[in-house]
């Protein structure tokens, strides 16, 4: 940020007195601007076939990691609540129908300055519209997910972890709630 969004004057980055973090102050109107972290909400659309979990995923049609696969997800928007942008990024992205389930996982992201959420789905039928963010759409069974051609670091954790618990699932377990954190960056290069 160089310019106030608020009256145009240039900023200067400074700690404002009370804080401990540099800041975006602007000394004509007095804004501090303050920059937090943004939440970025996912799903885990699955699909029982034969016995075995398959998982939706979406090929990027977009920058970054274009051509990588990923769930479907993005940033939530202002005036919505989670399941809400878990509902509508499902539907662009891959537009598919679904019952979105509980929240499954929940990976801090520091160096990206973001939260990633991920909320289990099961899928209703297997009639996907892929949206201009996807280049293509599928199901993968967890042997078939190309794990080196995965868009985000947050994305093969929320895998693994939905994963383990599908094996556990199958042995009369159930699906946990899992926070982890992970501290470099998101991807290789991000
Ligand atoms: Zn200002």
Redesign the pocket.
């Known amino acids: 940020m160089k310019f106030?969004s608020?009256?145009?004057?240039p900023?200067t980055v400074e700690v404002p007195p009370d804080d401990t973090l540099p800041r975006h102050v602007?000394h004509?109107?007095?804004?501090i601007h303050y920059q937090n972290p943004k939440l970025v909400i996912c799903t885990i659309p699955t699909w029982e076939e034969n016995g075995e979990t398959k998982v939706l995923l979406c090929k990027r049609a977009i920058s970054p990691r274009h051509g990588y696969w990923t769930l479907p997800g993005g940033f939530m928007e202002n005036k919505e609540t989670t399941t809400e942008a878990a509902q509508r990024e499902t539907e662009e992205e891959a537009g598919a129908h679904f019952e979105l389930l509980p929240l499954h996982s929940l990976i801090n992201l520091p160096a990206f300055h973001q939260v990633h959420l991920f909320y289990r789905a099961t899928l209703l039928d297997l009639e996907f519209n892929p949206g201009k963010e996807s280049l293509e759409v599928r199901l993968f069974a967890k042997s078939e997910i190309p794990w080196d051609h995965i868009a985000f670091a947050t994305v093969t954790q929320a895998l693994q972890l939905y994963f383990d618990d599908v094996a556990k699932v199958k042995h009369g377990g159930t699906f946990g709630f899992h926070a982890h954190d992970i501290m470099g960056p998101g991807y290789p290069g991000g």
């Open positions: 106030c608020a009256c145009a004057h900023v602007c004509a109107c007095g804004i």
